[in-house]
Structure formats: structure tokens, C-alpha cells
């Protein structure tokens, strides 16, 4: 079972940015790829940005495209999320999750295991 714990979420005001990161435990964190969701109060969870299990294929939410920026350290067992010139609207709690394949998807039913989330509040 690998355990997910994500960190770097905070109060940030519009046109900041900030790096969130995912750290997975086990050994065998490669061998699969990885995605980061979000949920804002009274909305469904929706994707945002998934890597493979190499980090050489990622994909994006379109509301990411261009602002944010997916990334992995296999050696390090962590996922980070680059988000730049955030907007109000991307305020929600950010969660990553494991995928049991290598390749990404960008459906929540594809990932197998959550992380517990981590608050991202941008003000205007």
C-alpha cells in the first residue's frame, strides 16, 4: 500500500505562484503514473495535470495549460505541481494520485490511491 502526502498549499494572492509536491512512500513509485485533482467547495473533483511513470508524457487540464507545470523525482519518490500566475479560481484543495499503469489518464476513476489534499486559497 503507498501511502500519499501532499504539502506546499497556502494563502497566495493572484498572479503568485506556488509549488505543491507529493511524497509517496514504498519502492516502487516508477512503476506507475501519478495525477494531481482539485475540488473547490461545491464543485466535483476535477483533473488537472498527470505524468507518466518515466515523467516523459504528461497531460493538462486546459485551465493548467501554460500556468502550471507537472514534474517527478523517481529517486526522490515525489510529485510536484508548478502553478504559476494563479487565479481566484483556482482555489481548492489539491490532491495527488497514484495510478496502477504507467501511462496517464485524466479520469479520477483511474487512480487507485489519494492523498489526504492540501489547501490552495488564491485572493484577489
Known amino acids: 500500500q503507498v501511502q500519499l502526502v501532499e504539502s506546499g498549499g497556502g494563502l497566495v494572492q493572484a498572479g503568485g505562484s506556488l509549488r505543491l509536491s507529493c511524497a509517496a512512500s514504498?519502492?516502487?513509485?516508477?512503476?506507475?503514473?501519478m495525477g494531481w485533482f482539485r475540488q473547490a467547495p461545491g464543485k466535483e473533483r476535477e483533473f488537472v495535470a498527470a505524468i507518466s511513470s518515466s515523467g516523459g508524457a504528461t497531460r493538462y487540464a486546459d485551465s493548467a495549460k501554460g500556468r502550471f507545470t507537472i514534474s517527478r523525482h523517481n529517486a526522490m519518490n515525489t510529485m510536484y505541481l508548478q502553478m504559476n500566475s494563479l487565479k481566484p479560481e483556482d482555489t481548492a484543495v489539491y490532491y495527488c494520485?497514484?495510478?496502477?499503469?504507467?501511462?496517464?489518464?485524466?479520469?479520477?476513476?483511474?487512480?487507485?490511491?489519494w492523498g489526504q489534499g492540501t489547501q490552495v486559497t488564491v485572493s484577489s
Open positions: 494520485a497514484k495510478r496502477r499503469f504507467l501511462s496517464v489518464a485524466a479520469t479520477a476513476g483511474e487512480y487507485d490511491q
Open positions: 514504498g519502492r516502487t513509485f516508477s512503476n506507475y503514473a
